[in-house]
């Protein structure tokens, strides 16, 4: 009798279609971990800010415990909006919309309209300023943060809005996201309109911007979250609560003698729902420029 | 509408030339192709009329005046790209009217140019569409009604059928000939299949390396082109040629076949002898040849046949009963023979 097994063509399909069946497990196994990893500390953040007693919140982290709460209450809530420090929180919250909303706005307009000049302007030294741009954007912001700070003192700008605004607009890493988009939009649209008789700021306004919502999506979300986290920037440049933003307030709660637990965790609930917001609005031309960055090579 | 003028132009890109000294005199309302091989300068010299590239000697007229340093917009041009270039975001009509738009026109008056190019194109029910809600021969139209919507003095159509399956490009074909006909707007035509050049211009420029190598109608470049490379490239099949020289009257190839002269020739510097395929028969008595490869077409047969080492091709207007292997023999239609020089220049 011969030993020879016969591996026929089905069989052979068969424990393919096996391998990539325990393949999948495996990746879906490695995903749903890295998932855990990321969502438990918001999700411990959500359950602590239900939590009325704080040094319970202290106890229960460290366990299961710090997953699960037995009698959940919105008095943090309600504590965080009657909150007594030099402003109400609603305004520290409002304070941090302001900024948000003009550093964002205000990026859009000067980081585009500087990646599409790059990308498509006559410009002499392109490639200069291009790597210029990314040298640019490797110089960490706390390394030129000091120079900064003493900048915007001589100039009278602190404490004002202003101060948290403008040294944000304009950033190589966003310049240079929207030169990438625009270059590799075909030459054939910009010649096109040129023929049609449109100057280049009409072909940035009429064309490449309407086209360039994924882009604008993706810096909008990058700026915002880092306008929305800025903390040591106003703790430097601001002296009283004017113009503070709600990172700085939430830092009151960690005062010298305790910390208020619970009222922390609501109010980091609470100053995560804006982002949480401007990412549901912009998700879907978040990820489709993440995408098409991606598959475009 | 307006003649067009292109004298001396040069165009270098640092020390590379790529056109050189090129001279066309285009007429008011004709319709003239640029053709020629990838990398003739043909698109280079269309860019250089839409002032879409910079020119480095020469002059450019459109109607007279010099455009040289005139930017697009004010060419009085309309231009149709190769890849259409419809502006993704805007609907049919918004593409169409947008040039109409920058010159500030009122609304009611964009909608009538707009309506009145949608009706010549049969646009009219595509007008509330996106771009990618179109078909590529309905893209095609639109750019072409983005280009009439202006009322140009002058069309540019950069290889604008290239990107359309055969039989579309066919129907466009068509098309963009029926509408110079109707709006008898000066236009000129890039491409690079000599069908379409043939089939729509009235007059033809044929390109090689940056340089004009005949201008011409299109039936007086097919009858009689100056040179190899033009009776090469114009025609398909293409013409067949054989090296070789003249020795006792005859024409006697580099391999020893000796092939017959039009009647009354007496040049002796002949080196090379074309024939179109069309003008060789299969002939009770001629030149002995083996049919290597028999394609009917349907309306006619195209036959490959052996005459010494060279392939030679046939075009038989009737249905012919040959097989491969078969010998038979072939005769030139002498009138219609051309004898080129050593360096290729038309003799005859």
């Known amino acids: 009798m011969s030993d020879i097994a016969i591996s026929t063509p089905q069989a052979q399909m068969t424990r393919t279609h096996s391998a990539v069946g325990s393949l999948r497990i495996v990746q879906t196994a490695c995903i749903l971990v890295i998932a855990l990893v990321i969502v438990s500390p918001l999700f411990m953040l959500l359950i602590a800010s239900l939590k009325d007693d704080r040094f319970q919140i202290l106890a229960d982290m460290g366990s299961f415990r710090a997953f699960w709460v037995s009698d959940p209450t919105f008095a943090n809530f309600a504590e965080v909006g009657n909150f007594s420090g030099e402003l109400a929180f609603g305004r520290y919250l409002l304070n941090s919309l302001i900024i948000l909303a003009l550093t964002v706005g205000s990026g859009l307009i000067v980081n585009s309209m500087a990646g599409f000049v790059l990308a498509w302007g006559s410009v002499r030294g392109r490639a200069l300023i291009l790597s210029l741009v990314i040298a640019l954007y490797v110089i960490p912001q706390e390394s030129i943060i000091m120079p900064l700070v003493i900048m915007v003192s001589r100039a009278g700008m602190t404490d004002t809005f202003a101060v948290q605004i403008v040294p944000w607009i304009a950033s190589p890493l966003y310049i240079f996201l929207f030169y990438q988009f625009f270059a590799q939009l075909p030459k054939e649209l910009v010649e096109a309109a040129q023929i049609d008789g449109a100057s280049i700021f009409r072909i940035y306004r009429s064309i490449f911007l309407p086209l360039s919502l994924p882009a604008l999506a993706t810096v909008s979300i990058l700026m915002g979250i880092e306008s929305w986290n800025q903390y040591l920037w106003p703790i430097l440049v601001t002296q009283t609560d004017y113009a503070r933003p709600i990172a700085v307030a939430i830092a009151t709660f960690f005062g010298q003698d305790s910390i208020y637990w619970d009222r922390a965790m609501a109010a980091s609930v609470l100053m995560m729902l804006p982002i949480l917001a401007l990412y549901l609005a912009f998700q879907r031309w978040f990820v489709s420029s993440f995408v098409g960055s991606a598959v475009k090579g | ?348």
């Open chain 2, 1 to 348: 509408m307006a003649s067009v003028t292109i004298e001396q132009v040069r165009k270098q890109y640092g020390a590379v030339p790529v056109i050189q000294d090129v001279s066309i005199d285009i007429d008011d309302g004709e319709f003239v192709t640029l053709v020629g091989p990838s990398g003739c300068g043909k698109s280079t010299l269309l860019r250089m009329l839409a002032g879409l590239e910079d020119i480095s000697g020469g002059e450019i007229r459109i109607g007279g005046r010099v455009v040289n340093d005139i930017a697009p917009k004010e060419r009085d041009i309309a231009m149709v790209f190769q890849s259409y270039a419809l502006y993704p975001h805007m609907t049919v009509a918004e593409n169409m009217g947008f040039a109409l738009k920058l010159k500030g026109q009122d609304k009611a008056a964009i909608q009538n140019r707009v309506k009145e190019a949608a009706d010549i194109l049969a646009l009219g029910p595509l007008l509330d569409r996106l771009p990618r809600q179109l078909s590529g021969g309905q893209r095609q139209r639109v750019a072409m009604g983005r280009a009439i919507v202006r009322h140009p003095q002058v069309f540019l159509f950069d290889e604008p059928l290239s990107n359309l399956d055969a039989k579309l490009r066919v129907t466009m074909r068509a098309e963009i000939k029926d509408l110079h006909q109707r709006l008898k707007t000066t236009t000129v035509y890039v491409t690079h299949d000599q069908i379409e050049a043939m089939t729509m211009a009235d007059r033809i420029v044929v390109m090689r390396g940056g340089v004009v190598e005949q201008i011409g109608r299109p039936l007086d470049l097919y009858d009689r082109p100056v040179n190899t490379f033009v009776a090469t490239f114009i025609g398909s099949p293409a013409m067949n040629l054989f090296n070789g020289s003249i020795v006792d009257g005859r024409f006697v190839t580099d391999d020893g076949k000796a092939l017959p002269l039009p009647p009354g020739y007496s040049g002796g510097a002949a080196r090379t002898y074309g024939i179109r395929p069309e003008h060789l028969a299969i002939a009770e008595s001629g030149i002995p040849v083996t049919v290597g490869v028999v394609e009917p077409t349907g309306a006619e047969t195209h036959l490959v046949v052996k005459l010494g080492a060279l392939d030679t091709t046939l075009v038989i207007r009737d249905r012919v009963d040959v097989r491969p292997g078969q010998s038979v023999a072939i005769a030139p239609d002498l009138a219609k023979i051309h004898l080129f020089s050593a360096q290729g220049a038309r003799l005859n």
